[in-house]
């Protein structure tokens, strides 16, 4: 079965700093997406950003962007110029891209990001 | 276009009480999904279905059960409600294997005393 570590509780940033949050994943699959979800207080989950698995070009989107290493298992998100609006919590979650339709998300534990002012 | 809906958006519950939580989407998605969030444990996987008539187990379908009898609806239905199953539960869907996105409902806080 897969499984997504997010190893950091808790982090926080100044704000217009840039910050890194970290996630690591353990899978046999050499085809599977990955995701960043963010969930502000709001509760809504909000898809942040996906990387394809068989893409070796890391995915950005705006001032969001992963560092994609696929042989260390590694899906970090970069949040460049944080604003005060970014902090929440933060998931990062695998999912299958088997033919087989095995589409259910696995997620990690989450990462609340504080943005300080 | 309403996206995916929740109803209730909260609930109380005794212990032993018995309850439905409808999910509904007006996308005409194949796939649907019930997890459930707990403090410090993200969201895990309750049960899905692959289209209409269908239903699978995810990672912790003990205590709920789910049918899928139309495919725009999605129930998760409680039994007999324990205060383990106090948690907020989101009903999520995608269009078929092939799209990347789930679409996520608003959620259900749910509280069982």
């Known amino acids: 079965a897969q499984t997504v570590t997010q190893s950091q509780p808790e982090m926080s940033v100044q704000e217009a700093e840039t910050v890194t949050l970290s996630c690591t994943y353990d899978t046999s699959e050499s085809d599977y997406y990955l995701f960043w979800y963010k969930q502000p207080p709001s509760r809504q989950m909000i898809l942040v950003i996906r990387q394809e698995a068989y893409k070796q070009q890391n995915a950005t989107e705006n001032r969001f962007s992963v560092n994609f290493q696929k042989a260390a298992k590694s899906f970090s998100l970069k949040i460049s110029d944080s604003q005060l609006g970014d902090a929440a919590m933060y998931f990062c979650?695998?999912?299958?891209?088997?033919?087989?339709?095995?589409?259910?998300?696995?997620f990690g534990k989450g990462t609340r990001l504080s943005v300080i002012a | 276009n309403a996206g995916v809906t929740q109803t209730p958006k909260f609930r109380v519950l005794k212990t032993g009480q018995s309850m439905t939580l409808l999910c509904a989407q007006d996308?005409?998605?194949?796939?649907m999904y019930w997890y459930r969030q707990d403090p410090g444990m993200g969201l895990r996987l309750i049960h899905y279905s692959v289209g209409e008539g269908t239903t699978a187990k995810g990672e912790v379908p003990d205590g709920y059960n789910v049918s899928r009898l139309k495919k725009q609806n999605f129930l998760l239905g409680l039994e007999s409600a324990a205060p383990s199953q106090t948690s907020v539960y989101f009903c999520?869907?995608?269009?078929?294997?092939?799209?990347?996105?789930?679409?996520f409902g608003p959620g259900t806080r749910l509280t069982v005393t």
């Open positions: 999520a869907s995608l269009e078929d294997s092939y799209s990347y996105e789930q679409y």
């Open positions: 996308m005409n998605h194949e796939y």
């Open positions: 979650a695998y999912r299958s891209a088997q033919e087989s339709g095995n589409t259910p998300l696995v």
